[in-house]
């Protein structure tokens, strides 16, 4: 038997839901499941517009297109990040800025920030890691100081919160994942987060391939028209009745994972303690939401070790992200900031344990209890 990594999050109601949207005889975008959706985060989350797209990349591109970045533009954000966080901007002929990050939080260094921008800085990209909020007062006195547009990449931050306000709110835009590796999904999915009133007609445009067909389902305007240039950035029904079910239930899903993160802090807080890992730091302010359990091994090749002797106890770990930087496209399309001091050797460092809604607390003290066996073994050695 082996342990997986991520099993996607089912509440139970996914089913009958999509069932509704079949019975409804309407299953493809902006139907009564997606505007339950869209409500849901615009209360919970006190924002003034949410649209649920059909990715957090499609978000991402959203927010790129409606702060109008120009070929040459400048975005700075993190090198330790996925890809997308950047293919939206170069998609639209940006320069991508990268500018180091924190090693006790993963996110970017927002030190580091003002330095790098020039004449062309058009937005500040933060990535909140594994659903822990980047210093985002600091970022926004820079923000708001040199006039540049703020798109938080809140993908792994849904429920998180910073200084009380949810992830993604913040900034002029945020963007959400419901892949199924995140906290809640739809399979494939995401959401965009407006904060400003007068940015909701031009998404909703861009959104809806170039028309106004919001305004007319809305019965604002008796026909609807091309008005300006889109996509099509809308998920359908049945994707949408699966999220609901899992937004119904949010509270306990957010409880669940944060049970399981925190039997793994405890468990694992000797070991770093005594020196051999460290351990995710949550700074004060900050509210997380378990999107992740990462550890920090001394190296690289300790890594390896202890993924081999994982996989060997049925147990699959995993880390991410080869520094944007580092990467061919991010070569072509962008460059470092400054020094690297922490980007590439703390990428090298982290691993992922197994984490997923329902994980059982069982298999959580048997991979805890693997790693202190590793790590008892080194000592002997
Ligand atoms: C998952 C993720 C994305 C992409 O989300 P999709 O919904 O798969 O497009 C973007 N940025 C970060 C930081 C992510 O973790």
């Known amino acids: 038997m082996m342990l997986p990594f991520n099993i996607p999050p089912h509440i139970g109601k996914e089913i009958e839901y999509i069932k509704v949207a079949i019975e409804n005889q309407k299953i493809c975008g902006d139907g009564d499941f997606t505007k339950k959706c869209n409500q849901w985060f615009e209360s919970k989350f006190k924002t003034c517009k949410v649209l649920l797209t059909t990715s957090c990349t499609h978000a991402l591109e959203m927010a790129s297109f409606l702060c109008d970045i120009q070929p040459g533009d400048e975005v700075i954000m993190p090198s330790y990040t996925f890809v997308s966080t950047a293919d939206a901007f170069v998609l639209r002929g940006a320069k991508i800025i990268f500018v180091d990050i924190r090693p006790d939080t993963m996110n970017i260094d927002e030190n580091l920030i003002e330095a790098a921008i020039t004449k ?14 980047c210093e985002m007062d600091k970022i926004m006195e820079i923000a708001n100081k040199y006039n540049l547009y703020v798109i938080e990449d809140a993908a792994q931050g849904v429920m998180s919160k910073y200084k009380g306000q949810a992830l993604g709110t913040i900034g002029d835009f945020g963007c959400y994942s419901f892949h199924e590796t995140k906290n809640y999904s739809m399979g494939e999915g995401g959401a965009l987060l407006i904060r400003d009133e007068k940015m909701i007609e031009k998404a909703e445009i861009i959104r809806e391939k170039g028309t106004n067909r919001s305004k007319f389902f809305r019965g604002q305007i008796d026909k609807y028209t091309w008005i300006d240039w889109g996509s099509s950035y809308l998920p359908s029904e049945i994707n949408a009745a699966y999220l ?3 937004l119904e239930e949010a509270d306990l899903i957010n409880k669940n994972r944060i049970q399981s993160w925190d039997l793994y802090y405890n468990g694992l807080r000797p070991l770093s303690e005594e020196g051999y890992i460290d351990l995710p730091h949550v700074p004060k302010g900050c509210v997380h939401n378990a999107h992740m359990f990462y550890i920090k091994t001394k190296n690289l090749k300790e890594r390896s070790e202890l993924i081999e002797i994982l996989k060997s106890s049925g147990i699959l770990s995993v880390f991410h992200y080869i520094p944007l930087h580092t990467s061919p496209a991010g070569q072509k399309f962008g460059e470092m900031f400054g020094k690297d001091n922490h980007t590439t050797s703390e990428s090298e460092r ?29 000592g002997d050695k």
């Open 120 to 133: 062309k800085t058009k937005a500040i990209v933060p990535v909140h890691y594994a659903g822990v909020a």
């Open 350 to 378: 982290l691993l992922r344990l197994p984490m997923y809604y329902n994980l059982n607390a069982k298999d959580i003290l048997k991979v805890i209890e693997d790693i202190k066996l590793f790590y008892l073994s080194l």
């Open 244 to 246: 609901w079910a899992q």
